[in-house]
């Protein structure tokens, strides 16, 4: 068993900033990459950033100079930092890992809320 535990959404204004927090435990062996994905309301998933081990990173479109992805590999943790925020960025924010034994496991953690209102 994996567990994703996100932590850091809120309420915030628009211009702000929040700092997302993802810690994986559990059965962990080999992390091939870590991630945040979001989906707004009656909005398909959508990619926000992914880091892999080798630390290559992939944001999704316009999102890369507004919010900044990284890791501390020792504790299994990937943080999202977000600035400049906008009413748009508001949707719930989903901690994504995946694992490589052979085949590729994709975990989810259970999202955290991000609202951008004034």
């Known amino acids: 068993q994996v567990q994703l535990v996100e932590s850091g959404g809120g309420l915030v204004k628009p211009g702000g900033s929040l700092r997302l927090s993802c810690a994986a435990s559990?059965?962990?062996?080999?992390?091939?990459?870590m991630g945040w994905y979001r989906q707004a309301p009656g909005k398909q998933r959508e990619l926000v950033a992914t880091i892999t081990r080798g630390g290559i990173i992939n944001y999704g479109d316009s999102l890369e100079g507004r919010f900044t992805i990284s890791r501390d590999s020792a504790k299994n943790t990937v943080y999202l930092q977000m600035n400049a925020l906008k009413p748009e960025d508001t949707a719930v924010y989903y901690c994504?890992?995946?694992?490589?034994?052979?085949?590729?496991?994709?975990?989810w953690g259970q999202g955290t809320q991000v609202t951008v209102s004034s």
């Open positions: 994504n890992m995946d694992q490589r034994l052979g085949a590729s496991l994709i975990y």
């Open positions: 559990g059965s962990i062996f080999s992390i091939y990459a």
